[in-house]
């Protein structure tokens, strides 16, 4: 990871900080699933002060995930559980460490 990724990197969360507090409810939306079903595009947003804020981006930054632009979410795979649950978790625990359990100090609902 370079530099510049390192502080952009730093920048989301630091904005992702404050957009979500613990106790935040993250929302998702799958936007694309693979033909075989083992892979799925989230796009994630966050309602602050009364507006749907798009987070996507910036989610997959911070967890080093591969963001598509094709189809505007976030790179998830695996089969057999809830992967919007999977998503938050891993933000959760990213922003606010294992401990503590801080994986779920984040909720998600579907949109």
Avoid: C
């Amino acid at each position: 990871m370079t530099k510049a990724q390192d502080v952009s990197r730093a920048e989301s969360l630091e904005v992702l900080r404050g957009l979500l507090p613990r106790g935040s409810e993250v929302r998702v939306l799958v936007r694309h699933v693979s033909a075989s079903g083992m892979t799925r595009w989230i796009d994630v947003f966050v309602i602050h002060n009364g507006s749907l804020v798009w987070i996507g981006s910036r989610v997959a930054e911070v967890l080093g995930s591969t963001w598509s632009s094709k189809y505007q979410g976030v790179k998830r795979e695996g089969v057999g559980m809830d992967m919007g649950f999977d998503l938050v978790y891993s933000l959760s625990a990213r922003l606010y460490g294992h401990a503590d359990e801080g994986g779920y100090a984040l909720t998600h609902r579907w949109i």
